[in-house]
């Protein structure tokens, strides 16, 4: 008898497993056909974000851009291509799966860049997945700015066919090892990060852009990984968030990787190291950029001796620094 009870509990557990319902897809809170164009449809995602306080911060700074990209990458546009389809209609199947996408962002609170695996930088993308930080950095923004020779008032180097080795420290993704390599052509680029991880991420985009034969990856802690290699340019965009940022993180910054944020207390831990060590790794006339988000002013008066040239973007005021190889000796 007793059998015949432990065989029917059995029996009633499969029947619960069996009838447990399988996940579903958001529900939509809006029919496809309602909404007719990509305009209409940007409008609706803007709405939803607002509703929601979705945070943006990763490649996107407002819910309008959010949106577009978004839109786009669900309907398989560049964001470049946005103004010319704005009014266009989208079919039935479309909407759906724009609509798809902008629930799984309001409701995941997953950066957009993971949801379709792809960031813009400079206008090219690149892969990203959960093994990466979502690249934001100014650096880019800054090669293009100051870093291309001739104008003695903003230039920082003479001449950028005169750069022939290039160091990336902190990777991730690679993408600036990438834009690097794309704007100083005759520049090997070594880069290096910590993190297998991130490493298989960066060896992806770097063979996305057919850049293997110059760009270089290791794994290893800091210069820990490049001997003794001396260059005319350290980039680096390190880990820079103190603990009070890192207490209080937006939940889309929860899913990335922690290593990539946590700069200790002050956010300083590994900006120190490198300040300590670049002038080992530069040679005469090279310099070190890099950039530690609102951290300017711990740096200050962490270093003040160091004199730091804070450089500004279209988006960022005093978040990254330059300083000539002959002030880290």
């Known amino acids: 008898m007793a059998k015949k009870a432990k065989t029917a509990a059995k029996r009633g557990a499969k029947a619960r497993t069996a009838a447990k319902p399988k996940a579903r897809a958001p529900k939509l809170a809006v029919a496809p056909d309602e909404l007719r164009s990509l305009r209409d449809l940007v409008r609706y995602a803007v709405s939803r974000c607002n509703a929601a306080r979705v945070v943006f911060a990763h490649g996107t700074t407002d819910p309008v851009a959010e949106a577009a990209f978004l839109v786009c990458e669900a309907l398989h546009l560049h964001p470049a291509q946005f103004d010319l389809f704005a009014d266009a209609r989208v079919t039935a199947a479309e909407a759906k799966a724009v609509l798809a996408l902008i ?59 005169s750069v022939t080795r290039v160091l990336d420290l902190c990777t991730g993704s690679g993408c600036l090892a990438i834009l690097a390599a794309l704007h100083f052509p005759n520049a090997m680029v070594d880069a290096v990060d910590i993190s297998r991880d991130a490493l298989a991420v960066a ?30 340019l350290i980039i680096t965009n390190p880990p820079y968030v103190d603990a009070s940022g890192m207490a209080s993180l937006p939940r889309e910054c929860l899913h990335e990787p922690r290593l990539a944020f946590d700069g200790g207390v002050d956010g300083l831990d590994i900006v120190r190291r490198i300040l300590d060590e670049a002038g080992d790794h530069l040679v005469p006339g090279g310099g ?42």
């Open 288 to 329: 070190l950029l890099c950039e530690i988000g609102r951290g300017r002013a711990a740096l200050e008066d962490a270093c003040p001796e160091l004199p730091l040239l804070w450089l500004d973007t279209e988006e960022s005021e005093g978040e990254v620094f330059w300083l000539p190889a002959g002030m880290l000796v």
């Open 103 to 161: 629930e799984r962002r309001v409701t995941t609170r997953k950066p957009a860049a993971y949801l379709v695996n792809k960031v813009y930088m400079r206008g090219l993308p690149f892969y990203v997945d959960e093994r990466v930080i979502v690249p934001r950095s100014f650096i880019g923004e800054l090669l293009d700015s100051h870093f291309g020779g001739g104008d003695e008032g903003t230039s920082l180097i003479e001449d950028p066919l």
């Open 203 to 232: 060896a992806r985009n770097v063979a996305d852009h057919g850049l293997e034969d110059r760009v270089t990856l290791y794994q290893g802690d800091l210069f820990d990984a490049v001997g003794e290699a001396r260059y005319d």
